[in-house]
């Protein structure tokens, strides 16, 4: 490792992954709970996933755009800080139509931490190193991810379902002041660089004035179709971890909720696994880098639909590593197709890959209702196959030995 490398704030960027999932899919283990608690429907506690998701996919933009303007590192810094508020402000819910309201509003805040980070890593990290750095961002996540999932579900065995929130809580501080103590501002790191970097470019003229540059995002098929990756990653993502914990608190498992909270430990094989990809996107490209996901979670969905617990959870611990591996890949296109407005277009990015998250909250209760966990299965392996699709018909091949693609959509000034 040499001294840019070294110099590169590579944990901060793990810690902000952290935040960002720390708490969206925190009540997945306790589902079951909740539906017991408040004497509701799969359909209506499920909404404490989908609701968080929702308002992530319809701020994302919004924040994005404020994020390029104010600077990335205020935003992440801010967001974490108000992340912590609401997380706390949860427990004291008394209802679930209130604990569901406290949920959409941590779903608000979360894209600053999300979109802000992702365009960091681009603005700070050399370009042949940003896979790398994406892979780090996405370990955290997972840890985030899991810590959120475990700690949830072994407090709310051990006392109740409030103070799990409230411990919550207390990482999300803890998490949000090392941010202020050790992630710099981009300015900053642009000024110490040991090698020249692209200047941004400078807002002038027709764009100072109105120019929608949400509307020249679109123009880009490349990244239009990098938003519809997004979408089916995170729908595989939370239709399985959200309904397979339906599965295995009936016979013949009947796990508790602290067995279902431990079961996202799986997510610590991803959060290996997960910087080994980024190396390997940067050799070999980003479609090299999907392929692989898409075929390590499809077999991983399709192994849980054997009659064994260890076959589940082999089987969900190469879904979701998939997913991660997916995910920082199908990010890692995204800073390599744009040179300008990143954190928008993250943002933008953001609303397609939460609401897929959304519409994979919602839509297999229908399957499951009619066809049981086997449909739920089929469904999420024919989204793998749409996005792995997509990917493969209108992501341009990488190039170069780097595995990047030459192309950086200058026609669409993205």
């Known amino acids: 490792m040499n001294d840019s490398e070294r110099s590169l704030p590579t944990f901060a960027v793990v810690l902000a992954g952290f935040a960002a999932f720390l708490d969206l899919y925190a009540t997945q283990p306790l589902l079951p709970l909740l539906a017991r608690t408040f004497g509701a429907s799969t359909f209506q506690v499920g909404l404490t996933v989908t609701a968080p998701t929702i308002a992530v996919a319809v701020a994302a933009p919004a924040v994005g755009r404020l994020a390029d303007r104010v600077g990335l590192q205020r935003t992440i810094l801010v967001s974490a800080a108000l992340l912590t508020v609401t997380t706390a402000l949860a427990a004291t819910a008394t209802s679930l139509p209130q604990l569901i309201l406290w949920r959409l509003l941590q779903g608000v805040v979360t894209p600053g931490i999300f979109a802000s980070t992702i365009a960091y890593i681009h603005e700070v990290w050399p370009a042949e190193r940003a896979g790398r750095g994406t ?17 949830a579900g072994i407090v709310a065995a051990g006392a109740t379902w409030h103070e799990s929130f409230i411990a919550l809580a207390i990482l999300n501080g803890a998490v949000a002041a090392a941010l202020w103590l050790w992630l710099p501002g981009e300015r900053s790191m642009r000024a110490h660089a040991t090698r020249p970097r692209e200047p941004r470019p400078q807002v002038t003229g027709a764009r100072r004035h109105g120019e929608s540059s949400l509307a020249r995002l679109f123009v880009n098929r490349r990244l239009v179709a990098t938003f519809g990756v997004g979408f089916c990653v995170l729908f595989t993502q939370v239709a399985m971890f959200t309904y397979v914990t339906f599965l295995l608190a ?104 939460y609401g897929g998250g959304s519409t994979g909250g919602v839509l297999p209760a229908m399957f499951w209702s009619r066809g049981g966990w086997s449909a739920c299965v089929a469904l999420v392996v024919a989204v793998q196959a749409l996005g792995a699709a997509i990917a493969f018909t209108q992501w341009v091949p990488s190039k170069g030995p780097l595995g990047r693609s030459k192309t950086a959509l200058p026609e669409t000034g993205v």
């Not at 892979?135 to 700690?151: E, K």
């Not at 991803?270 to 479609?287: E, K, M, Q």
């Open 250 to 353: 009936a016979p013949p498992f009947s796990l508790t909720t602290v067995a279902l909270g431990w079961l996202f430990v799986v997510y610590l094989v991803g959060a290996a696994v997960t910087p080994l990809s980024g190396a390997w996107v940067d050799r070999y490209g980003h479609r090299a880098g999907l392929a692989t996901a898409m075929a390590v979670g499809g077999a991983g969905a399709l192994m849980t639909l054997l009659p064994s617990l260890s076959f589940i959870v082999a089987g969900l611990t190469l879904c979701s590593t998939g997913v991660f591996i997916a995910q920082a890949t199908t990010s890692g296109y995204i800073g390599a197709v744009t040179t300008r407005d990143r954190a928008l277009a993250v943002g933008v990015y953001s609303t397609f890959y």
């Open 135 to 151: 892979a780090a961002y996405m370990s955290g996540t997972v840890l985030g991810g899991f810590t959120g999932r475990a700690t």
